[in-house]
């Protein structure tokens, strides 16, 4: 009896040790199954080539918590998703808010130029051009009087990828929130800032909207507005005097090329000038610059009557049917006000200001996207040594350096746009015609000439000595083509009124940019701020130009 027990007992355990055996294996299979099948849809996932449209972060965002955030972003365009994902690939806590996590329809930031690029590797975000039918950009054909003249971006040092790009701007920022996105420690919400938090003088966060309409707050040390040239959240954090001199009004083209590939075409004509440039592999963007007193109304049609009679004759013979077509198509007519606004930070501890929030220059040249991206190249190395943001008077004291340092890339490219804007416009005075002519045939001398002014256009030459430099030559040049044959009285009259016109318009410039920041920065102590906690030990030293 005590046997059949113990043996009964004994069969109920080996049987309960079987059945918990099969069991487990049971479960353990299952497990294995279920999580191959994860990893096959997910590997599944990632493999699928996303479509150029679908190449987008999806309209909710990354929403994750990302425990005790260090840095708030407001706004995932160009600078505010770079940002994003230079810190996060730093390691640090980000909570990125973007209006629309939707491609960006704009025909604002379509070329990038080689030195944009640049720093597009520097940050480790050069395959963002990759996929997205971008065009290479050598350089541009500038046309005056039915003569041209080729200005190539001096690129014969640099490897054979480091070119300018064309592309249309949506698709390049959704690389840049997908990388950004990409990073476990960044999360990317749609959502609407609506103010910033601020207690005693100090940013703590902002309000916003998420999507579906709900007030929410973040909280954060330092809180990084990226919000662009229609900011509404820059009015505390600096002095805003913007300038409208001029809109663009882009259309695009299709079925046609331009005279020469990889080349962008500018047109001086009049009243100012009109760009063309290749955007993708089947189309051709067209900018017409009109100055803001007499824009005309695209509602009532005025708009494309004064591109069909004042524009297309102008425009290059091989494109006039296109540019005719272009007109009558629906909704092809945009139109996006030229800004200008020269950076006058008001630093306010907890926040900080970057991208066209900060800082606009005229679009004619297309250097503003490779401002931003070099501010954002100096905002990361400026973090790199604070690993505590929590002391933000400290913090913001600090980061006053950054409006030096990034003078010479900034103030080089903000000057050669806005004196060319103004250079390129037609004038019923005769001196701006001279001193259109003057750069004209200051081009047209080639070599160092032309190399040194595309080398400032193109970002490759961020030094504001070489802008002066340039743009005093080019003066002397204009004076010189006045007093051939030989100098009379008038023709004297003639050189001093160019140079002072020449330096009518160049010197408001270079005094709103600051003259000691852009050509002394060295004297300026905020270029010498230590991070707080490492005292005595300078975060940079070296050139002006911090190269
Ligand atoms: C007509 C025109 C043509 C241009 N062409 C060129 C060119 O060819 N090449 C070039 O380099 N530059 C060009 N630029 C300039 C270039 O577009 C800008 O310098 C660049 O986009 C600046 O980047 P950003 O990140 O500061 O701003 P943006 O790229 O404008 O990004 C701002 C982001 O903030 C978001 N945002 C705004 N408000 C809020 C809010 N309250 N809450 C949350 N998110 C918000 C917006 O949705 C947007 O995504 C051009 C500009 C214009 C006007």
Redesign the pocket.
């Given at each position: 009896m005590l046997f059949f027990f113990d043996y009964s007992f004994h069969s109920l355990v080996v049987l309960k040790s079987t059945a918990s055996g099969v069991i487990a294996r049971f479960l353990g299979i299952v497990f294995f199954y279920y999580n191959s099948l994860v990893r096959a849809w997910r590997l599944n996932k990632q493999k699928k080539p996303a479509s150029m449209e679908e190449n987008c972060v999806n309209k909710h965002g990354n929403r994750k918590t990302v425990e005790t955030t260090e840095i708030i972003i407001?706004?995932?365009?160009?600078?505010?998703?770079?940002l994003a994902y230079i810190l996060g690939k730093d390691g640090r806590r980000l909570h990125v808010?973007?209006?629309?996590l939707n491609a960006?329809r704009?025909?604002?930031?379509?070329?990038?130029?080689p030195g944009?690029y640049l720093k597009l590797i520097e940050l480790g975000l050069e395959d963002c051009v990759d996929e997205i039918d971008a065009q290479r950009f050598l350089g541009y054909d500038l046309y005056k009087d039915g003569n041209g003249v080729t200005v190539s971006f001096p690129l014969v040092k640099f490897p054979s990828d480091v070119v300018g790009r064309?592309f249309h701007?949506g698709r390049f920022?959704q690389k840049l929130r997908e990388k950004a996105a990409s990073l476990h420690n960044v999360s990317l919400e749609q959502?609407?800032?609506?103010s910033l938090i601020e207690d005693n003088g100090t940013v703590k966060g902002v309000h916003?909207k998420d999507k579906s309409g709900r007030l929410l707050t973040a909280h954060a040390p330092l809180t990084v507005v990226?919000?662009?040239?229609?900011?509404?959240?820059r009015r505390s954090l600096c002095n805003p005097n913007v300038d409208v001199p001029s809109y663009?009004v882009?259309l695009g083209l299709t079925d046609c090329k331009l005279p020469k590939e990889n080349y962008g075409a500018v047109i001086l004509a009049d009243p100012s000038p009109i760009l063309l440039?290749t955007l993708s592999s089947t189309e051709v963007r067209c900018?017409v610059d009109i100055p803001s007193r007499n824009l005309p109304s695209v509602s009532d049609g005025e708009m494309a009557h004064y591109l069909r009679t004042m524009v297309a004759p102008k425009v290059l013979p091989e494109l006039y049917t296109a540019f005719m077509s272009a007109i009558d198509k629906k909704n092809n007519i945009r139109v996006?006000?030229?800004?200008i606004m020269a950076a006058a930070p008001k630093p306010i501890p907890g926040a900080f200001l970057?991208?066209?929030?900060?800082n606009?220059?005229h679009?004619l040249t297309?250097?503003?996207?490779?401002?931003?991206l070099s501010d954002v190249v100096l905002l990361r190395d400026l973090l790199r040594p604070l690993r505590d943001l929590s002391h933000a008077s400290a913090v913001s004291k600090y980061l006053e350096a950054f409006y030096t340092m990034r003078k010479p890339m900034s103030s080089t490219i903000n000057i050669a746009a806005n004196v060319l804007q103004k250079v390129f416009r037609a004038s019923s005075d005769p001196t701006m015609e001279d001193m259109q002519q003057a750069y004209f045939g200051y081009l047209k001398l080639g070599g160092p000439f032309s190399n040194g002014v595309s080398a400032i256009l193109s970002g490759l030459s961020p030094r504001p000595l070489c802008l002066a430099f340039h743009f005093l030559a080019m003066s002397i040049y204009g004076v010189g083509r006045l007093l051939l044959p030989f100098p009379s009285p008038k023709r004297l009259w003639n050189g001093a009124k160019l140079l002072w016109v020449a330096s009518s318009i160049l010197l408001p410039f270079i005094w709103s940019e600051g003259v000691r920041q852009m050509f002394f920065p060295q004297t300026v102590p905020a270029y010498y701020r230590t991070p707080p906690g490492n005292k005595g030990i300078k975060v940079r030293e070296g050139t002006p130009c911090g190269h």
């Open positions: 407001v706004g995932a365009g160009v600078a505010g998703a770079a808010i973007e209006r629309d960006p704009r025909i604002a930031g379509e070329n990038l130029m944009g064309s701007n920022v959502g609407t800032v609506t916003y990226c919000d662009g040239c229609f900011s509404n959240l663009f882009g440039y900018m996006v006000p030229n800004k970057i991208g066209d929030a900060l606009i220059r679009a297309g250097g503003g996207m490779t401002v931003a």
